[in-house]
């Protein structure tokens, strides 16, 4: 299975595996000022949806029907999480909530997982070949790069 970072963050700026454009990493800079823009909601939810429409497309490739909830934790009681996700209104639902940071939990399958990292990185570990990933990514505006999940440890 290949591992990969998939972000809205250009690789171009980056130096030494450092990000050096000012951005936004979380929900919660949602009327922040970034390079002299601030960032909206409308705009915050554009790449949030691209996230998940990104994950979704790429699952529907592998035709993994159900994904296993790894390490949940939930940091609001409106978030209850459930042990496995089978459906696509679940998945947005639950990765809507773990971009928005009101939970953490990693998606799981033999064969597919999802981990999302601080500052709004997203990592996938797939047997799709890298240019289906890189073109799946760029397809909703992001950046597909092979690198590991800092979140795929050996329990």
Known sequence: MLEYRITKYDPANR???????????SFSDIGKRFNNVELTYEK????E?????CCIDLLSKV??????????????DAINIPSKIS??????????????EQCWFKLTNEKFFIHFGYD???????????????QTA??????????????????
Do not use: H
Request: glycine share 4%; net charge negative; charged share 20%.
């Open 15 to 25: 130096v030494a595996e450092r990000y050096v454009v000012d951005d936004w990493t």
């Open 44 to 47: 915050y939810l554009k790449t």
């Open 49 to 53: 949806t691209a996230y998940i429409d």
């Open 63 to 76: 035709q993994i029907p159900v994904l296993s909830v790894e390490q949940a934790e939930s940091y609001s």
């Open 87 to 100: 459906s696509i209104i679940e998945l947005r639902k639950f990765m809507t909530a773990c971009l928005r």
């Open 120 to 134: 709004y990185y997203m990592y996938v570990g797939t047997e799709l070949p890298s240019d289906v990933v890189e």
């Open 138 to 155: 760029i397809k909703y505006g992001l950046f597909g790069e092979l690198f590991p999940s800092p979140y795929n440890t050996v329990e």
